[in-house]
């Protein structure tokens, strides 16, 4: 499985970014699709998550502000972010798991919120 994260970028707090990650399965079928944020000095944290049928799950420190959708014909996961604040800046990475419970893991795209 090959995950390709794009949308990541410097945005001023309270504006909005979009991110985006395919996957390319390669026979695999995929179960759950997420996004996770390491922040500089923190650990890696899950951000929201969905499932095959459609569950979503959110992290403490989303809030509200983000939405996680998917696109199951394109292998394709969305994040949503608006209200962006100057703590949400990080690596956000995409992951993967298939229904065989194997985790892959996207490159990360980096997003800068500047207050």
């Known amino acids: 499985v090959q995950l390709q994260a794009s949308g990541g970028g410097l945005v001023q707090a309270g504006g909005s970014l979009r991110l985006s990650c395919s996957a390319s399965t390669s026979g695999f079928t995929i179960n759950a699709m997420g996004w996770y944020r390491q922040a500089p000095g923190k650990e890696r944290e899950l951000l929201a998550s969905?499932?095959?049928?459609?569950?979503?799950m959110y992290g403490d420190s989303v809030g509200g502000r983000f939405t996680i959708s998917r696109d199951i014909a394109k292998n394709t996961v969305h994040l949503q972010m608006n209200s962006l604040k100057p703590e949400d800046t990080g690596v956000y990475y995409c992951?993967?798991?298939?229904?065989?419970?194997?985790?892959?893991w996207g490159q990360g795209t980096l997003v800068t919120v500047s207050s």
């Open positions: 992951k993967v798991t298939t229904f065989t419970t194997t985790d892959y």
């Open positions: 969905i499932s095959s049928d459609g569950s979503t």
